[in-house]
């Protein structure tokens, strides 16, 4: 880049050519003579500024940056919570840089205290920075590069440069303060389960016993005591309990509806948050906990296990939540992420794969080339070969690891967009439309974690919008209590923050929408209270509201889930 004018700047040399015409116009030299010497005096504050602007072409200005860990327990940066950025200028030229102006270049999650910072860094010296920022959502962040002004003494010229130097940072989705566990008691399950914290009552032969009971309708006659029923001369029951490991499934709606409203405090990011705490608190007490995220299909599936290392892959499950690439659930053509694609190679990278040659006008494009989504052309193999070179050997530290399969030339389009996540190359989320539905989604998860008939417990945290058809939920839910599986519905309550004033029929027409929304929920609650199935509603405005709408959601939950033995 090469110097430009600044405000400043401009308005001398408007002034100086306003001199020029107005004495030639009037035949007045000495008028003439002021232009030219404003004139020749910004030429030489041009030259002269040449020379500070050229060092820092020449890499004699140079900055590192990193974010230390959080000074919270643990070390690991929250959602919502404050980071640092510590940056490391060094002036290693002969010129003093007296006014630079820092612009920092990151993922929009990723909010700063302040949008630009001035600083002074004289001749062959270093100084430290720290920069205060909040990481608004849970996910991979990124911070890209770092955008540098300076200017002359005078405040005449500017020059701005950018240096790359792409940070990947984990932000963890905040743990919800759980202090109770799941209040499940497990109705049916198999003898040969290891021992665990769960107590699981049975009819015959068990492990410890419990007592005996008079034989009640339905109990199979192949468990009567008939040694007791002699004695009693009544029909006894043999009633034994096994310690056995329980399963907990947590059910994540992550369509567009759920992701409306400000990042980090969208229905999404309650129920992640929520899901992330449930999860903890289920894996202390011992018992296994699977996790099922779905939109229009089944979009992630972690197998229920135990253990810590468990926690910490639901956590990174739901840190890429605000990082999906696929083809049908992002709005992006092709062209778009071939632009996006080849514009950050060329912003963060240096490297360039436009095509020189302009092509005729209505002529067909020659092989390899490929239009973008402004009319551009580049070249798509050098594209590929750029992408997958990035893809293998210049990863970011910190930015998520992609499996070999992903990295492959047979499937570009899904190479690219796998760079776009490993760059931090945001692709937007689909847009709630008509055509398309979660029903099938959600079915289809119900029914994956209704599938065992072992009893388990079913949390489904999804805000019961833009479901078409009801009836493929209902025979999943109808499953899931012939199985014995215990369920409970989250509906992730969030107020939208103050927005500017809209028209009357804005207004309007969102107040329909928000009517129909609301009569569509209240029909599936009541629908689904008839199967037995509760329906809660937590707030996720403030921690402390939130805090006590999960005590009270765990203690409402003991009346619905448990039944007699």
Same mark, same amino acid.
């Given at each position: ?38 004139? $020749?005096?910004? +030429? ?6 040449? %020379? ?39 002036? &290693? ?14 993922? $929009?999650?990723?909010?700063?205290? @302040? ?127 096994? *310690? ?10 992550? &369509? ?18 929520? +899901? ?62 071939? &632009? ?44 590929? &070969?750029?992408?997958? /070179? ?14 070999? /399969? ?59 919008? *833009? ?10 839910? %109808?499953?899931?209590? /012939? ?38 929920? @209240? ?43």
């Amino acid at each position: 880049m090469t110097p430009t004018l600044t405000r400043f700047g401009v308005g001398l040399a408007v002034l100086a050519g306003t001199f020029i015409a107005f004495g030639a116009f009037l035949s007045l030299p000495l008028i003439v003579g002021l232009g030219l010497v404003q004139f $020749s005096l910004l +030429c030489v504050a041009y030259v002269l500024f040449l %020379a500070k602007a050229a060092s820092m072409r020449q890499q004699l200005f140079e900055t590192a940056w990193w974010v230390p860990a959080s000074s919270k327990r643990g070390g690991a940066l929250v959602a919502g919570g404050p980071l640092e950025l510590h940056l490391l200028l060094r002036n &290693s030229s002969r010129y003093d840089l007296r006014r630079i102006v820092l612009e920092v270049h990151r993922s $929009s999650a990723i909010e700063m205290d @302040e949008q630009e910072v001035e600083y002074a860094v004289p001749a062959s010296t270093e100084i430290r920075l720290k920069l205060r920022a909040t990481a608004q959502a849970a996910g991979y962040w990124f911070f890209h590069g770092l955008l540098v002004g300076t200017f002359d003494r005078w405040g005449v010229f500017s020059f701005r440069l950018y240096y790359p130097n792409p940070l990947a940072i984990k932000v963890f989705p905040p743990l919800a303060a759980i202090n109770q566990p799941l209040p499940f008691a497990p109705q049916t399950g198999a003898v040969e389960e290891r021992s665990g914290p769960r107590v699981l009552r049975q009819r015959g032969i068990g492990s410890d016993f419990r007592e005996l009971r008079e034989h009640q309708p339905g109990d199979p006659f192949r468990r009567i005591a008939w040694n007791a029923t002699a004695r009693a001369r009544k029909l006894m029951v043999r009633e034994v309990e096994n *310690e056995i490991v329980a399963t907990h499934w947590l059910l994540l709606d992550i &369509s567009p509806t759920m992701r409306r409203g400000a990042l980090g405090h969208s229905q999404m990011d309650v129920g992640a948050s929520l +899901c992330a705490g449930l999860a903890r608190r289920s894996l202390l007490e011992g018992d296994r906990v699977g996790l099922l995220t779905f939109d229009t299909r089944l979009v992630g599936t972690l197998p229920a296990k135990d253990g810590k290392p468990q926690l910490y892959r639901i956590i990174e499950h739901l840190m890429d939540l605000h990082s999906i690439v696929d083809d049908d659930l992002t709005d992006v053509m092709d062209s778009e992420l071939v &632009s996006s694609v080849a514009q950050y190679l060329a912003f963060q990278e240096g490297t360039s794969v436009r095509w020189k040659n302009r092509p005729k006008k209505g002529a067909p494009l020659p092989e390899g080339i490929v239009e973008g989504a402004s009319g551009e052309h580049y070249e798509f193999d050098a594209l590929l &070969s750029e992408v997958e /070179k990035s893809l293998v050997e210049r990863r970011p530290a910190g930015s998520p690891r992609l499996p070999k /399969k992903d990295i492959d030339r047979n499937t570009p389009m899904l190479m690219l967009r796998h760079f776009c996540r490993q760059r931090g190359v945001e692709l937007p989320y689909r847009t709630e439309s008509p055509l398309q539905s979660k029903t099938r989604g959600m079915a289809e998860a119900i029914a994956k974690a209704a599938a065992s008939r072992a009893s388990q417990s079913i949390v489904i945290i999804c805000n019961l919008e *833009e479901l078409d058809e009801t009836k493929p939920v209902y025979d999943a839910l %109808a499953l899931c209590r /012939k199985h014995h599986h215990q369920v409970v519905i989250v509906v992730p309550s969030v107020i939208s923050p103050p927005q500017r004033r809209k028209s009357a029929h804005q207004s309007r027409v969102e107040r329909i929408v928000s009517l129909r929304h609301h009569r569509q929920q @209240e029909t599936l609650r009541r629908d689904i209270a008839r199967l037995g199935i509760p329906v809660l509603t937590i707030d996720g405005n403030d921690e402390t509201n939130m805090l006590s709408q999960q005590l009270a959601f765990m203690r409402h939950l003991k009346t619905p889930l448990r039944r007699s033995a």
